[in-house]
């Protein structure tokens, strides 16, 4: 009997590790340290590659050489990356819609520092006006409105923190893999409601990750 026990301890011990290493791989929490800090600036020299079966590790160090990209304005760059088939679509917020958000083919991303053209790509939250921006414009107020590579929180196939907007990444992209760079409020007026994210979606093409998305989050109204 005192035997049973223990061996039932040491499996409620063994299946709570589990579920520990579990949550770290999901969500990683770097304090005291940025992203940058922790895998380095991307290298314009190469280009990343990464196989459909990469660890969560290996995918968090692909997206974040990605948003070095974002960071810089490499669009040439950024277009590596972009799914030769699908292209990449972009979401202002976190409720995507295939409908109305603005899907643009590698050769499209490549051409965006010179692309003056004023493209509609959603709708503003509240007001439902149109999201009419140039994509340098867009870039500023909707991918990189914040510097994600000094992100703080990260999550590997998980929603790191989300708003009152219908989530569906999951639903749209089923098949996809993403990573959710996360940013918390700083703003005591706001109550933490400042905060905001910017997800990198990829999909496979002949056995490797390539972009499919890039979405951003914030609180809604």
């Known amino acids: 009997m005192r035997l049973k026990k223990v061996f039932t301890g040491f499996l409620l011990v063994i299946v709570g590790i589990i579920i520990g290493i579990a949550a770290t791989l999901a969500v990683c ?18 280009t990343p590659d990464i196989g459909a079966q ?3 590790a290996e995918l968090t160090a692909y997206a974040f050489e990605i948003v070095g990209y974002i960071k810089e304005g490499d669009y040439e760059k950024l277009s590596e990356v972009v799914h030769p088939e699908y292209g990449v679509v972009f979401s202002p917020y976190a409720t995507i819609n295939l409908s109305s958000n603005k899907v643009f083919t590698a050769t499209q991303v490549k051409g965006f520092a010179e692309d003056t053209t004023k493209y ?34 990260i ?3 998980t929603i790191v923190n989300t ?3 219908l989530e569906n990444i999951k639903e749209v992209f089923p098949t996809a893999r993403f990573v959710d760079f996360y940013i ?16 990198l979606a990829f999909e496979e093409y002949n ?8 979405l951003h989050s914030e609180w809604t109204i």
């Not at 790509?121 to 000094?150: A, C, Q, R």
């Not at 056995?207 to 890039?214: A, C, H, V």
């Open 207 to 214: 056995g490797r990750l390539r972009l499919t998305l890039i």
């Open 184 to 199: 918390p409020g700083t703003d005591p007026e706001y109550g933490g409601l400042d905060w905001s994210s910017l997800r």
């Open 120 to 153: 509609v790509w959603g709708k503003y939250d509240g007001s439902g006006n149109p999201i009419e921006l140039t994509p340098s414009d867009y870039f500023k107020d909707f991918v990189f409105d914040k510097d994600y590579t000094l992100a703080t929180h």
């Open 155 to 157: 999550g590997v196939d």
């Open 29 to 46: 929490h770097f304090t005291g340290t940025s992203l940058l800090e922790k895998f380095g600036i991307y290298d314009k020299s190469t």
């Open 163 to 165: 708003g009152n907007s």
């Open 54 to 56: 990469a660890t969560s």
